[in-house]
Structures are given as structure tokens and as C-alpha cells.
């Protein structure tokens, strides 16, 4: 079986193509998001070749924040998975070009799945879901995805406990896995800073941005990370002001040090035992940054750090586990895999949970109503 994952980083969007029995690349390309955003053609365009080309048979697409089990959803339901305020529909984000690529998916006649976000999972505990929206993105099950991929090459999944931390470009988030199937996350913007973005709001400074810019952009999520402290937001020159011993930039890793170490101990609290934590993103290849990280993970676990299973020489670990997830939705070698996260389980909308009066029945079409 030929499956391809499409990965949708904040600094690359990746594609890779996949013979599911044998595990060899067919196909990879890793496009910088800057030019996804300025032409998402680009992404269709490779998506279209490499599926005939290569007669793939299950496509894991993009999914924004997480899209319930759905092989075709409306347009309305893509909305929400990449749901922005009526001030930024006009600016040049990103998950514009996200959007756009998700709808020709849907309506492209391609063997294509969707895949939800952590709050959509039913193996998640419903009080553990309270006023969230991001514990984990959709691409956060692909690195889950590729971490079950390694640990079954070293032990039972379905008896491990292991935490996945995914630390990239903008955010850092961290899943509980237990036994095989996730029980919690924390989500890039619920958690804790990362180098580009703050992760979760103080709710002060949540109602002083709301006082101060009505509906305030979604660019504002992707500020005030660690590269604030160190006053740039290159992670090479980052590496190269850490060699230094720049003080700025020696404070911005600690920020992002601890940043991993904390959440990880709260999921260490949630498991009781970890068997590894597994590590991936970029920031765990920046030269001075990534030991510090593996340390701080290992250190708050109490356990061993592994890798992710990454297939691609170009494309990273989540874009291998999005096509490995391919591969079990289409009842091939990882059938396993996707029946012990439930996924084809999920329901619902990633408003469902909001606890506060009037929102979550208005969430949907406050922002994908008219011109939505």
C-alpha cells in the first residue's frame, strides 16, 4: 500500500509518500510555509503528482486544530478546524493557505482522512477537556503516531506509558499516552512559552488585549516566546548566540528549558510511570538547545529519551507519523495504531467543551458564519 502524510509545520509544510510494508520514501518534499501562504497551489499541485504518480491509496491530510472522524467534511466544519476572527480574514496568515488547501482535499476525489485534535478523542476524560480547545493539534497525533511506530519497535504499545513533546518552531506541546492511547495534552497555545509564541494567556493580559485591540489577531499568538528574550527569530542565530554565551540568549533557553521540563512533570503526575519520553521538533536540533531539552524532559519523566520514528531524510517526525496514520486508516500494516487511539471514535466539535455561558453554542458561527 503507497500512502502519503501531509505535515503542516509552522516553518515547513511537509509531504511524503510511503510503501506502508516496507517503509521505503517514494516521495518527500518540505515546503517553506512562507511561500504555502503566498501560493498554496504549490501544495496542491506536489499532492496531486506524487497521488497519481505514485498510485497512492490513503492520503493523512492537514487538519488545522482537529477535524472529528470525517472523510468528507463541509466547508463549514474546515472553518472551525481553522477558525480565525472576521478582522483577520483579510491579512496573510498562514492558516489561510491551511484552509484552502484543506477544502481542495475534501472535495478533490482523493482516498483523503482527516484526523482529530486531542480534545476530540474519547480516551480523553471529559473534565480533563474543561474550557479547552488546543491540547494538542491534529499534527500532534501525527509525532503520537510516529512515536507508537518506535516504541513498537522496542517494546508492547499497548502496554506502554510514554510521553510525546513535540518543541518546533512557534510552540511546544506535550501528550500523555497511556497504554497506547492518549489521555491528555497540552496544546502549543495552552501551554507553556515556545520560541515563538507565548503559549497560554494569563487571563489579565487576555482582557487587556481585548480592551485594548478588539478582536486582537491570531498573529498575537505567535509572539512573546522565548525569541522576545533573546531578540530574534532565527534558531540559528539563536545557536550561534548560546555559543557565544549571550546572556539574553542563554535566558531565552531557559525559558524554553523549563518551559519543557514543567509540562512534562504535570503529565508525569497524570501517568505515574513513564517508559520514555519521546522528543521531536526543531528545537531539539539547535545546536546548545536540543541537549538542554533532553535533559529537562528525561529529568521531569524520570525516564529514558527516544526518538520518534522519522522516515524522511527532508521531512520531519510528524510527517512520517501522518503517513503511517494513512496507512491504518486504509486498513494497512498500522490498522493497530489508529483502532488503539480511537480516532474513527471522535466526535464532536472543537468548541464543545467551553464552559462559559453563550460561548460554545455561538463559537461556530461568530466565526465561520456569513464571509466566514
Not at 245 to 250: E, F, I, Q, R, V
Not at 341 to 365: M, N, P, T, Y
Request: hydrophobic letters at 45%; glycine letters at 12%; aromatic letters at 6%.
Amino acid at each position: 500500500m503507497r500512502v502519503m502524510g501531509i505535515d503542516p509545520g509552522t516553518g515547513s509544510m511537509d509531504i511524503i509518500v510511503l510503501d506502508d510494508e516496507s517503509l521505503e520514501v517514494l516521495f518527500e518534499k518540505a515546503i517553506p510555509r512562507v511561500e504555502v501562504t503566498r501560493d498554496p497551489g504549490i501544495v496542491i499541485g506536489l499532492v496531486e503528482e506524487a497521488a497519481a504518480r505514485y498510485r497512492v491509496e490513503a492520503i493523512a491530510a492537514p487538519s488545522g486544530y482537529g477535524i472529528a472522524w470525517d472523510r468528507r467534511p463541509s466547508r463549514e466544519v474546515i472553518c472551525e478546524a481553522t477558525f480565525v476572527n472576521k478582522r483577520d480574514r483579510e491579512k496573510p496568515l498562514q492558516i489561510h493557505g491551511l484552509r484552502r488547501i484543506m477544502e481542495w482535499l475534501a472535495e478533490s476525489g482523493l482516498p483523503v482522512y482527516f484526523t482529530p485534535g486531542v480534545v476530540q478523542l474519547p480516551t480523553v476524560p471529559e473534565y480533563r477537556k474543561a474550557n479547552k480547545i488546543d491540547m494538542g493539534t491534529a499534527d500532534k497525533l501525527f509525532t503520537v503516531a510516529a512515536a507508537l511506530a518506535a516504541e513498537e519497535r522496542v517494546g508492547d504499545p499497548r502496554q506502554s506509558n510514554i510521553i510525546v513533546v513535540e518543541a518546533g518552531y512557534a510552540y511546544n506541546a506535550v501528550i500523555a499516552v497511556e497504554k497506547g492511547r492518549v489521555v491528555d495534552g497540552i496544546g502549543g497555545t495552552s501551554g507553556l512559552p515556545g520560541f515563538l509564541g507565548m503559549g497560554s494567556m494569563d487571563a489579565e493580559l487576555a482582557y487587556l488585549l481585548a480592551s485594548m485591540e478588539p478582536g486582537f489577531s491570531r498573529a498575537r499568538l505567535f509572539e512573546g516566546g522565548a525569541h522576545a528574550i533573546a531578540g530574534t527569530r532565527s534558531l540559528e542565530e539563536l545557536a550561534d548566540r548560546l555559543a557565544s554565551g549571550d546572556p539574553k540568549a542563554l535566558e531565552a533557553a531557559r525559558l524554553l528549558e523549563e518551559s519543557v521540563g514543567k509540562m512534562v512533570a504535570a503529565e508525569h503526575f497524570i501517568l505515574g510511570r513513564v517508559d520514555r519520553v519521546y522528543v521531536s521538533g526543531r528545537l531539539f536540533r539547535v545546536p546548545g538547545m536540543g541537549e538542554r531539552l533532553r535533559a529537562a524532559a528525561s529529568r521531569a519523566a524520570g525516564a529514558p529519551v527516544a526518538e520518534p520514528l522519522r522516515l524522511g531524510v527532508e521531512t520531519k517526525e510528524a510527517a512520517t507519523g501522518a503517513a503511517i496514520l494513512a496507512s491504518g486508516y486504509a486498513g494497512g500494516r498500522y490498522r493497530w495504531l489508529v483502532d488503539l487511539l480511537g480516532v474513527r471514535e471522535s466526535r464532536g466539535s472543537i468548541f464543545d467543551h467551553i464552559l462559559l455561558e453563550g460561548v460554545a453554542g455561538q463559537a461556530s458561527k461568530h466565526v465561520c458564519g456569513s464571509g466566514g
